[in-house]
């Protein structure tokens, strides 16, 4: 059975299901059995087909599929989840990444539930962006645990996130509710590839950082990249356009984030990928920044951390977000 929740549900599962997570982002397929408590078995992954068509990239997902339907606790599975690099539409179960040029509109919950099918396992299935599936992670076993209310962002090529809601995975009725990367913070800011201008992914994204740093003069020096991560490199010995690139995104980024606290009231940020790596670099100009744009009396204590679980948010997530929209064991993620 394929399900498209509209609602969270906090209704109990079986104390002893087995989640069975999926990760699909543009450089690979990753699989794993996630226990009620986090802990993950038989993990497995494949590179992410290049140069094929929609079957080519879904054979790589059957693939993963059957190592999982391998491991001796695969009848214990009761539920999956899919994360996906988006844009999604779990309203119907689709996907169409920036980054998996073969699939557009392309219905990867029926296909993974016809998978899962034929290795004997009728069990329900949910779709989350990856975006979503990192907020339940974080909000389960992460850097949110605790908080009723939160925003968890991933900043890396593009900028996506999710929200938690009075202990509840909110992510809309078709999976983008706290896609905070095109929120516009720059009202005569460049146009952004989704359409609109000056959102906040067009400034403050890894991509972004780095065209724009190259565009104001920074070279890279022997040994670094010209990405974000060699601004970051940069930026951390003082280069002062590398310096004003990462203020530049850092206040887009708190910018935004007071928008969501402001709207929502959200008292914690978490904040991963690629270009969190740099660590205070990225974070100090957010936070300086946020004491200019979160002035009200109800945000100014929001709190902007990093992420803690790295890269194994995509399957915790995937499977967090699956126990928190179909209900789960009493002690894994509460909706």
């Known amino acids: 059975m394929t399900t498209h929740p509209s609602a969270p549900s906090a209704q109990p599962g079986r104390a002893d299901g087995l989640t069975v997570a999926i990760d699909i982002g543009g450089t690979k397929i990753a699989g794993a059995l996630v226990h009620p408590d986090g802990a993950m078995t038989g993990t497995t992954r494949r590179p992410t087909p290049r140069g ?40 119907r179960g689709t996907v169409s990444p920036v980054n998996i040029g073969a699939w557009r509109d392309f219905p990867v919950l029926d296909r993974v539930s016809a998978e899962l099918a034929a290795h004997g396992a009728r069990i329900p299935a949910v779709l989350a962006g990856d975006g979503v599936a990192m907020t339940a992670a974080e909000h389960w076993l992460g850097a949110a645990r605790g908080h009723a209310d939160a925003l968890c962002m991933v900043v890396s090529t593009g900028v996506g996130g999710g929200l938690i809601l009075n202990n509840r995975l909110h992510p809309g009725p078709t999976g983008n509710a706290g896609h905070i990367g095109h929120i516009s913070v720059a009202f005569d800011g460049e146009p952004c590839v989704c359409g609109s201008r000056g959102c906040v992914e067009s400034i403050a994204s890894g991509t972004a950082i780095a065209r724009w740093a190259l565009a104001q003069g920074w070279t890279p020096t022997a040994g670094q990249d010209a990405t974000a991560a060699g601004v970051a490199a940069a930026a ?22 007071a928008a969501t606290a402001t709207l929502v009231e959200t008292g914690i940020t978490v904040i991963g990928g690629g270009v969190a790596a740099s660590g205070d670099t990225l974070f100090e100009p957010i936070r300086r920044h946020l004491a200019s744009y979160a002035t009200l009396s109800f945000v100014r204590g929001l709190k902007v951390v990093p992420a803690s679980l790295g890269t194994d948010a995509g399957l915790i997530g995937a499977a967090a977000a699956a126990t928190m929209l179909l209900g789960g064991p009493a002690g894994g993620p509460t909706a």
């Open 236 to 257: 951390r010995t003082g280069d002062p356009v590398a310096v004003a690139a990462f203020d530049r995104a850092g206040r887009a980024l708190a910018a935004a984030i």
């Open 52 to 91: 094929t068509d929609a079957e080519g990239v879904v054979a790589a997902v059957a693939e993963v599929l059957a190592d999982l339907a391998r491991d001796p606790l695969w009848p214990s599975v009761v539920r999956c989840g899919v994360g996906s690099a988006g844009p999604v539409d779990t309203s």
